[in-house]
Every structure is written in structure tokens, then in C-alpha cells.
């Protein structure tokens, strides 16, 4: 019997056994209770960092307790595969990205095999790989028939300098990240998702998501931005007229200004004309495409000279702006601005003059002119508004919506803010858009037996721009339609289309076809789903999007792709400046100093760890040292999981301990006779419990109960319960330290793995606490406690009361004229 526990050995040794016997294997013909865990993808971008790990490890400690529970567990992983840092390795280094992206897919799976996932490799899958984009092509052109996909222009973020196409996150500051040349909005023509068909049910769905944190679901709402309220017309003094859109019909006597969208077709008519409004059209294209970057741009306006007619009086007329903080994107592109009770409205009007009339009031001011730079926008009444003076807004809101649609010059409707979703991308590394534009027939499909439109991989990046476009052959095909020289689109396809089904070909993966039917319908919707929360919005849009999309075109009878969702917090270090302010790894560092030059370091904050920053740890280094099961173990031990966990070597130290400790408490006397009927009721309430806790992702819960049991354990007398409570130990945390398991499982001379074996019983008789504490009282005050056994007589308990010394000693001999018994609860004897 090994009195060390050798985690290397068995980490080595138990990986190749589950391997071989495929211990992990879902099986799709199973008739057991299915359960499909599933953490988000990684996308392979190098080396595995603690913060991958603790999130798979989660999700393995699940899938591992459901398999004993008597499941079919689905336990899956793959490669979100294509995106943009395997494009800039490729221009920084020279790499070709498919052999970069190919490679860290090598690295990282090593790396994440070292952690013993229960994972089924046999479903692997990466999305820069043509059978699986190739059926993503296939899906793609399913929705173009069903009309969910269409074209239009749109605008893009363009680089003058590199001569690119950037991603909203590439500009910073208004400037490109690698030229810092200011950014210019362009319109090209790109390919669009109908997600805004689905805006209603996404939204109302949300309702049906029970195990979904609140938090994700109202960042969702927000997103998809349901607001209701009026759309209406103003006359303008050219004749003309202007639609605008607002939430707060209520405010209309507050009005100060109509202002228009630089791409309005009023402004674009103006600039037609006027040098000076086509100078300031062009200077509101400066700048991000971003709502966040226009809301915080100063707000800038140019008067256009037209007047519009106020709808309720006849003698009021508004000067009407070309504003830099109107979106053509948003309601109908122009608004009337109330600037008492809207802060944008507020910085324009004070800027330009207009007047601020007060429309709303909470308190007893009600003048008109309303003073102050901060709008109000809080509850209130009207005033100041004719006809709807003392209303609160509610009720104005619908009175001048029935007047709109009575006098025909509005209607109430509903806008979102969800806009379609822009799949093109104008980079490489990505999913061909199977399309070809044809000069005769227009934009003509890829046919179905020419799928998959291949990706070439022998590419350059010596220039600057697509390389599909300068390919030499690639791009150069027939129309399929009428077989002229046509061109493939060169766009690719956005990455968070490849993570939007790939939860459905994981449960279903043939080879001629996305998925089966039946086959995704037996595994799906995913039950537990577990990621950052940095996902929240995008990824679980597109996703929830996308499967109610191949619902409505009845490839799947799946509403929700995700059933239970989790999103857990961080791994975080500290960070560490050298004495010349270059960021340093925590491996550079030593006691403070830096250790190639022993100067001084500085210590900054604790933050997420980030290549940026370097303060990433590396878990392969610790888990050589270590072992797997002593990483495994204080990833889950040390804080509640949707929180943040700071890394430290002396949390591993101590879980390393812990481990050691189990190992020794597992090799229990084995002839030991007799009874301990505390112990044994510990160890059944303590796999009740660890099972909520597991159950309820509240791993470290599941870790304290342990620690319990192993306490209590350690303290016992050799008997038969403590061995027997020393096995439901080795069971309970089995899921957490599997390699550990497995070894003592096979020193105990145990048939099969410990993985395959069934979570322990629990007697419920064990978990009833069959004693209860009564309080005593004298005249109502209470002087002690009793412990009893539960359901005792009352005549016993009112004995037991009046021996009790503390009651004595209040009653000083006096014979109490009334004693008060509720079974279980108190006693009260009245003097
Ligand atoms: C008058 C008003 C008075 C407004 C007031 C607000 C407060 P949400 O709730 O986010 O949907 N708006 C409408 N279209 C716009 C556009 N294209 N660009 C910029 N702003 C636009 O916002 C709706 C409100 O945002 C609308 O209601 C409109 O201003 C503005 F005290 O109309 B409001
Ligand atoms: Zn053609």
C-alpha cells in the first residue's frame, strides 16, 4: 500500500486507461437520461492559461457527477478556429494562419489533456476546417432560400492607410490600431442576417429560461431594446416633411429643435447644394461607428434653415439641425429634441441657444424655463402642456398617441434596437460566403455539389489587404447559371456565425449533412452551458438566434439551444512593472526584485489575466509539479465560481496538501468492526449535500462539505462506518480528483473505474435531524435550551423543563401556575 500518493504517475497512468477504454464516449443510442454539459470553445490562440482551465474543469466535475448519476452525458470540445489573430500572426511573423492555428490546436489540447477532462475527443471539431464550415455554407444558403439572408449597404470602418476593413474593436480612439490614421466611415455592400425577424421571440424567450443568470437575460433585453411609442410627421417650411420617431410623445410641448441624421436624405439633399452642410455631413463621418463612441462625442448640430411645423399648434416652428448624434440606423434617422428632459438634448441646446422648456415637474416647481446643465428625467406630471396639464406621463403618452392616430398625423409603433446582424467580413481567415457574383445574372448562390467553397490556405500577406482578392486562380470561376466568368465573394463570414451551431454538430455530426434531425433533437437543448460572461450579449444572441432559425425553416424543433447557463468569473494575478515600466511575466519576478537584473519591481493591481499585461499563468509547469487533481482542487476550492480567483502558489501548496491527506484517509483498516452512527450520518448528509452543491455549480461548497467529512473522518475510531464513510468520501470527490480516485478505487480492490461507478444512496432516514432544540422560558424570558428527541410526549418534555437547572433557579421553589408546551419548539412556565 503506496503511502504517498504519486500524482504523476496516476495522472499518466488513469489518462491512457479512460482513453483506451473510452470511458467518455457519449453514446447516441444510449436509453439513459441524457445530459449535454458544454463549456464555450476556446478559441486556440496559443498556450492554455489557468482561466481556460478552471472553466473546463467545472464543467468536468459536472459531467463527470451526471455519468455517476446514472446519465448519458455529452461532454464535448473543439476550436473556435477562425479570426483575426491568426491573420496578424501571419503579418507580424510571416506564419502562415492555418499553420499557426493548427498548432496551437496541438499545444492547447495537450495542455488541456494533462487536466484529465471526461471529455469525448471522438466529437472533436474545428471550425477552419472545410467539413466544418462546409456544412456552415450549406446552413448559410438554407436561410438565403428562406429569405433570412440578404444583402444591402452598410457602413464599415475603413483604414485609409492599411487599406482596410477594421472590426469595431480595432479602432481606438477614432484611430486604426496599427496605422493610428483617423478612421473613415465607407458603405460597402455586405451580406445581413434577418435577426430583427426574431426580435419578439428572442426577447420573450428569455422569459423561459429558468436557469439563466438574471443579470445575462436583462443584458439581453437591453440589446434587443424593445421600445414602444410614437412615429410622426412634421411639416417642414419647404414643403416637405419629416418623420421622426420618439418614446416620449408625452414631452411634445417641450420641443426646441428637429434634428436629422447626417446621412438623412434631408441632410444628404442640403449638402447636395451647400458647401458648408456637405463639410459638416463629411465631419460627422469622422470617427467610430460605435452607439458607445457616438454618445460620448461632443454634440454637434448645423442649422439647415427649414422650419417645422409644431403638430399641435399651427403658429409654432422649430429650426431643424443636422445633428452628429442622430443615427440613420436608429427609429426613422431624425428626432425632435426636448431638451428639459433629455440630457443629449440638453449639452445641443445649450450649445446652440435653443430654449429649455420644462414639460414635466415632480415637485412645485413648475416654470417654464427650465435652468441647470442635468435633464430631467425622472417621474412627474405635466405642465406647461396645454391639454395635457396634470396627466403623469402614462397617461400623456397615450393621449397624444390617440390624438396622432385621430388627426392622422402619427402612429403608436414599436422599434428595437436590434439591428440585422452583419455577417461580411472583409478578412482572410474566416468562412468563405458561398457566393458568386456574376455580371449577367447578378449574385448568384454557390450550387450545393460545389460545396464546400474551399478556403485557400496558399496565401501571402507580404501586401497589404485580402489576400483572396489578389489569389491568383481562386476567386475566378463560371456562373453557375449561366457559366460566364464570374467571381467568388471574397468576404468571409463573421466568426460568431461558426460558434452559433457548432453546440449542434456536436450532438449530430455526419459526414454528407450539417446534423440529423433526430440525432441533435436526442441531445438537445445543451443543459448546462458554462462561459465568460464577456458572451453574454453577441454569442448567445447569434446562437439562441440561429437555432430559432433552422427551427422556422424546419431543420430543428429546438427554441432554446441552452438550457442552463452559467458564466464564471475570472482568474486573476497580480501585475508586475520593471524598473523601465515594461509589463514583466509573475515567472520574471522574484521577492520583488526582477530576476534577470535583481532591480526593484513594481506591483500593480490584480487584474484578469491577460497576454497584454503578462500576468497569465501558465498551468502546464504546476501541473507537472503537482499533479492534476491539486489544480483541479483549488481551482474549485478557494471561491464561489462565478466570482473571481486570484492565483496564488500557496492556494496549490494547500490543495497539493489536502490531496495527500485524502489519499491517506482512503486506505482505511479494512477488518475494522463497529458502529459510528454520527459519522454515518454525516457521510450521507454530506453526498446529499455535495450533490446540491455539484448540482447547483457552487463547487466550493461541494469542497467545505468535504473538508468536513475528511475532519470527521480523521477523528473517528476505527469502525465499520468511518471505512464506509471513507469510501463515500473517495466517491463524493471522485468528480473533482478523478486521478486520485481511480488509484485508491483500484488499491481498495474495487471492480472497474471509479468513473463508472454510481453515486452513493442516500438514506433519507439518515438526513432527518432526530433531535431538536427546545426553548425554555420562564414568565416569557427565555434561561436555557434543551436538546431532545424529536416527537417526545409532552409530559416528558415539561419533566425535563422543570429539572432543568437554569428554570430552578428563576422559579427559586415557587410552583408555576401555568406551563406551556408546544411539542419540538418551547416550554414556558408562568409564575
Ligand atoms: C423626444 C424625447 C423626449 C425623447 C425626451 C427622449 C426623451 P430609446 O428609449 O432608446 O428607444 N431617438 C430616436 N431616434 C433616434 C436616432 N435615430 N438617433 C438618436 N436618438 C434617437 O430612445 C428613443 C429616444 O431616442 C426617442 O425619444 C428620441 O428622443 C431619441 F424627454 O424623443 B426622444
Ligand atoms: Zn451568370
Not at 458607445?292 to 417645422?308: I, N, S, V, W
Request: with cysteine.
Amino acid at each position: 500500500m503506496a503511502s504517498r500518493f504519486n500524482a504523476l504517475k496516476a495522472d499518466a497512468t488513469w489518462q491512457k486507461v479512460w482513453d483506451e477504454r473510452q470511458t467518455f464516449k457519449a453514446d447516441d443510442a444510449s436509453a439513459k437520461p441524457r445530459a449535454y454539459v458544454l463549456e464555450m470553445f476556446p478559441y486556440p490562440s496559443g498556450r492554455i492559461h489557468v482561466g481556460h482551465g478552471r472553466n473546463y474543469v467545472m464543467g468536468d466535475v459536472l459531467a463527470r457527477f451526471w455519468r455517476m448519476k446514472g446519465r448519458e452525458v455529452l461532454h464535448p470540445m473543439g476550436w473556435d478556429a477562425f479570426g483575426m489573430p491568426a491573420e496578424n500572426a501571419a503579418m507580424e511573423r510571416g506564419i502562415n494562419p492555418g499553420t499557426w492555428t493548427r498548432a496551437n490546436i496541438a499545444t492547447m489540447k495537450a495542455q488541456l489533456r494533462r487536466f484529465g477532462l471526461a471529455i469525448d475527443w471522438s466529437r472533436e471539431l474545428a471550425t477552419c476546417e472545410p467539413d466544418y464550415y462546409g456544412h456552415e455554407q450549406a446552413l448559410f444558403l438554407d436561410l438565403f432560400r428562406a429569405g433570412l439572408v440578404y444583402r444591402k449597404e452598410s457602413a464599415v470602418n475603413w483604414d485609409p492607410v492599411d487599406m482596410t476593413v477594421l472590426a469595431n474593436e480595432q479602432v481606438i480612439d477614432g484611430r486604426g490600431w496599427r496605422s493610428g490614421a483617423l478612421v473613415e466611415r465607407r458603405k460597402l455592400s455586405q451580406w445581413f442576417l434577418k435577426i430583427t425577424d426574431f426580435a419578439d421571440e428572442l426577447l420573450e424567450g428569455l422569459g423561459a429560461l429558468e436557469h439563466w443568470p438574471d443579470k445575462v437575460k436583462l443584458m439581453q433585453e437591453n440589446w434587443i431594446g424593445r421600445s414602444r411609442g410614437l412615429q410622426f410627421r412634421f411639416d417642414l417650411s419647404d414643403g416637405g416633411s419629416v418623420e421622426v420617431f420618439t418614446t416620449r410623445p408625452d414631452t411634445i410641448f417641450g420641443a426646441s429643435f428637429v434634428a436629422v441624421a447626417a446621412d438623412h436624405p434631408i441632410a444628404q439633399a442640403l449638402a447636395a447644394t451647400d458647401p458648408d452642410a456637405a463639410a459638416f455631413v463629411e465631419r460627422c463621418k469622422q470617427g467610430g461607428t460605435t452607439a458607445a463612441e457616438m454618445e460620448t462625442q461632443e454634440k454637434l448640430g448645423f442649422d439647415t434653415g427649414l422650419k417645422a411645423r409644431h403638430p399641435l399648434d399651427p403658429d409654432w416652428d422649430l429650426p431643424v439641425y443636422i445633428a452628429n448624434f442622430v443615427l440613420m440606423e436608429y427609429g426613422t434617422g431624425a428626432v425632435f429634441g426636448v431638451p428639459a428632459h433629455d440630457q443629449r438634448d440638453l449639452d445641443f441646446a445649450r450649445k446652440y441657444g435653443l430654449p429649455v422648456k420644462r414639460v414635466v415637474s415632480e415637485g412645485d416647481d413648475e416654470a417654464p424655463i427650465f435652468v441647470g446643465d442635468v435633464a430631467y428625467t425622472g417621474p412627474g406630471s405635466l405642465v406647461n402642456s396645454h391639454f395635457l396639464d396634470g396627466m403623469d406621463i402614462e397617461d400623456a403618452k397615450r393621449t397624444v398617441i390617440e390624438r396622432a392616430e385621430g388627426e392622422g398625423w402619427g402612429t403608436g409603433s414599436t422599434i428595437y434596437r436590434l439591428r440585422d446582424w452583419g455577417v461580411s467580413r472583409q478578412r482572410y481567415w474566416g468562412t468563405p460566403i458561398p457566393m458568386i457574383h456574376c455580371e449577367a445574372c447578378g449574385v448568384v448562390p454557390v450550387p450545393g455539389d460545389q460545396l464546400p467553397v474551399i478556403l485557400p490556405e496558399d496565401v501571402s500577406f507580404a501586401i497589404p489587404g485580402n489576400p483572396l482578392d489578389r489569389h491568383p486562380t481562386w476567386k475566378h470561376v463560371a456562373c453557375p447559371s449561366c457559366s460566364a466568368d464570374a467571381v467568388r465573394e471574397t468576404d468571409t463570414l463573421d466568426t460568431f456565425v461558426d460558434s452559433s451551431w457548432y453546440f449542434i454538430r456536436f450532438a449530430s455530426q455526419p459526414d454528407a449533412k450539417p446534423f440529423d434531425r433526430a440525432g441533435a433533437e436526442k441531445w438537445l437543448p445543451v443543459d448546462q452551458y458554462i462561459g465568460g460572461v464577456e458572451h453574454a450579449i453577441l454569442h448567445l444572441l447569434y446562437a439562441r438566434f440561429w437555432t430559432r432559425a433552422l427551427r422556422h425553416i424546419g431543420m430543428l424543433d429546438i427554441a432554446e439551444p441552452f438550457a442552463g447557463l452559467f458564466t464564471q468569473g475570472m482568474v486573476t494575478h497580480e501585475t508586475y512593472k520593471s524598473a523601465h515600466g515594461r509589463w514583466l511575466s509573475p515567472d520574471e519576478v522574484e521577492n520583488g526584485t526582477e530576476r534577470a537584473t535583481g532591480r526593484a519591481v513594481t506591483t500593480g493591481r490584480i487584474e484578469k489575466m491577460s497576454k497584454s499585461k503578462k500576468n497569465t499563468i501558465d498551468p502546464e509547469p504546476i501541473v507537472d509539479r503537482y499533479g492534476a487533481d491539486a489544480v483541479r482542487w483549488f481551482m474549485l476550492s478557494d471561491s464561489p465560481p462565478e466570482r473571481d480567483l486570484e492565483w496564488s502558489e500557496n492556494g496549490i501548496e494547500g490543495a497539493w496538501r489536502f490531496v495527500q491527506r485524502l489519499w491517506r484517509l482512503t486506505q482505511t483498516d479494512e477488518s475494522a468492526q463497529g458502529e459510528d452512527l454520527p459519522l454515518r450520518k454525516l457521510a450521507h448528509r454530506t453526498t446529499a449535500g455535495v450533490a446540491d452543491a455539484i448540482e447547483g455549480l457552487q463547487f466550493n461548497k461541494a469542497v467545505a462539505l468535504l473538508y468536513t467529512l475528511a475532519n470527521a473522518i480523521e477523528k473517528a475510531a476505527p469502525s465499520r462506518d468511518r471505512q464506509d464513510a471513507a469510501r463515500t468520501m473517495l466517491l463524493l470527490a471522485s468528480p473533482m480528483v478523478p486521478h486520485l480516485a481511480e488509484e485508491a478505487w483500484a488499491e481498495a480492490k474495487n471492480d472497474g473505474l471509479i468513473a463508472d461507478a454510481a453515486w452513493p444512496a442516500v438514506d433519507p432516514a439518515l438526513l432527518v435531524d432526530d433531535e431538536v432544540t427546545i426553548a425554555l422560558q420562564v414568565n416569557g424570558k427565555l434561561r436555557d435550551t434543551l436538546v431532545l428527541p424529536k416527537g417526545m410526549p409532552r409530559e416528558a418534555i415539561e419533566a425535563a423543563a422543570r429539572a432543568n437547572a437554569a428554570v430552578q433557579r428563576v422559579l427559586a421553589g415557587a410552583e408555576p401556575k401555568k406551563v406551556i408546551v408546544v411539542p419540538d419548539r418551547l416550554v414556558n412556565l408562568v409564575a
